[in-house]
């Protein structure tokens, strides 16, 4: 009955072009300083992205990347807490809580029709831009080494009220139907997507991080960017076991004497 209502390209049987996730970078680097918008000026920041391919909104493991985003959280350095904030979500507890440096981390999962993108971005002053990438290699590391049972129920509870929170308004249960309807071409109900998330285990998170981990990382950085590690080195320091980059003193002394030779010569 879609056909109908909706135009040819959205309807079964339509061609559509090959999806494949490859990876890579994109880097720019802006060391300028933000522009005034209130009477003090905003600090200049090194923003990081670092993600791996995930899963379409169609696919058997969506459900579960969704838990896992839910569980990763995150969100700015400050927040007014209070109930279902994700205050004990494990980028607050393992980064945010322990980093003053960092200003925000966050967990974010891009689900597309033939594919998805699960990301964690964070952001720094310039001279941590190195380890706010080292921290972030550690957070996607220490998701495959296991999740344990409370951690796992807190985020589907969480991810559960978000979903039926939501679904109190009219207009979004209407945007809700046509979207769903639109990719693919039924609607699944509250109760359903509930019993989809109840069913969730942390092995089953355990097994989607390992198989996304398998895959080459993208990574997306922006601002100033002189200590930010080369892509390289990032996707070296995957491949190892520990997660570890190369040496950061080592690092700091090649930028000094690039930059020195650069002013004498």
Avoid at 10 to 35: A, F, M, N, R, W
Avoid at 38 to 49: F, I
Avoid at 114 to 121: D, M, P
Wanted: aromatic share 8%; charged share 20%.
């Amino acid at each position: 009955c879609g056909a109908k209502y909706f135009p040819s390209h959205l309807t079964e049987g339509s061609q559509s072009p090959i999806v494949q996730y490859t990876g890579g970078h994109c880097y720019k680097h802006d060391d300028s300083p933000p522009p005034m918008i209130g009477p003090q000026e905003l600090p200049t920041l090194t923003h990081v992205a670092i993600g791996f391919e995930s899963s379409s909104h169609q696919a058997e493991d969506y459900v579960k990347f969704c838990v896992l985003n839910t569980l990763m959280g995150g969100g700015g350095s400050f927040s007014a807490g209070g109930p279902g904030k994700g205050m004990y979500t494990r980028l607050y507890l393992q980064v945010l809580n322990r980093y003053h440096w960092i200003y925000s981390a966050l967990a974010l999962n891009h689900p597309y029709q033939e594919t998805g993108l699960f990301t964690i971005n964070g952001s720094c002053h310039p001279n941590h831009g190195w380890d706010l990438v080292q921290v972030l290699i550690k957070q996607f590391k220490e998701m495959g080494q296991g999740i344990n049972h409370g951690e796992l129920e807190r985020a589907k509870t969480q991810l559960k009220s978000t979903l039926l929170m939501n679904l109190e308004y009219r207009n979004i249960i209407l945007e809700d139907i046509g979207r769903q309807v639109v990719a693919s071409g039924h609607r699944k109900t509250a109760p359903e997507l509930c019993a989809m998330i109840d069913s969730v285990t942390p092995h089953q998170i355990s097994e989607i991080v390992m198989k996304m981990l398998k895959n080459r990382p993208s990574v997306g950085a922006f601002g100033d960017l002189k200590y930010v590690p080369s892509f390289e080195e990032i996707e070296a320091a995957f491949e190892r076991e520990n997660g570890e980059l190369t040496n950061r003193i080592s690092h700091f002394l090649l930028r000094g004497a690039r930059g020195g030779a650069a002013k004498t010569g």
